[in-house]
C-alpha cells in the first residue's frame, strides 16, 4: 500500500505561480511512475504529467513549458506552476503506480487561479 498526501493548492492570480507537493508513505519503494492529474467538477480526471523512476516526463500539451515536475530521493512529488491562466483551476491529484501496476490516489488540492 502506498498512501499520498497533496499540499500547495491555494488562490493564485492569472499569471502567478505555485508549487505542489506530494508526499508517499508507505510501500515507498514500489513506486515506479508519479503523476499529477487534475480534475473540475462534473468533469473527467485528466493527466497533468508523470515521471517515471528512471526521470522520464510526460506533460499534457495544455501544461508544457508552463509546469515542471518532479520527484526526490523520498518519492515526494512536486508540479512547479508557473503563468497560471483561470482554466488550471481543477482540483489537483498525486498518483503512484507500483512496479506491479497497482494505482494509488490522494485526495486531492484544490487550485483556483482569478483573472
Known amino acids: 500500500q502506498v498512501q499520498l498526501e497533496e499540499f500547495g493548492g491555494a488562490l493564485v492570480p492569472a499569471g502567478g505561480s505555485l508549487r505542489l507537493s506530494c508526499a508517499a508513505s508507505?510501500?515507498?519503494?514500489?513506486?515506479?511512475?508519479m503523476g499529477w492529474y487534475r480534475q473540475a467538477p462534473g468533469n473527467y480526471r485528466e493527466l497533468v504529467a508523470t515521471i517515471t523512476s528512471d526521470g522520464d516526463t510526460n506533460y499534457a500539451s495544455s501544461v508544457k513549458g508552463r509546469f515542471t515536475i518532479s520527484r526526490d530521493a523520498k518519492n515526494t512529488l512536486y508540479l512547479q506552476m508557473n503563468s497560471l491562466e483561470p482554466e488550471d483551476t481543477r482540483v489537483y491529484y498525486c498518483?503512484?503506480?507500483?512496479?506491479?501496476?497497482?494505482?494509488?490516489w490522494g485526495r486531492g488540492t484544490e487550485v483556483t487561479v482569478s483573472s
Open positions: 508507505g510501500e515507498i519503494a514500489a513506486i515506479n511512475t
Open positions: 498518483k503512484s503506480t507500483t512496479h506491479w501496476g497497482s494505482a494509488f
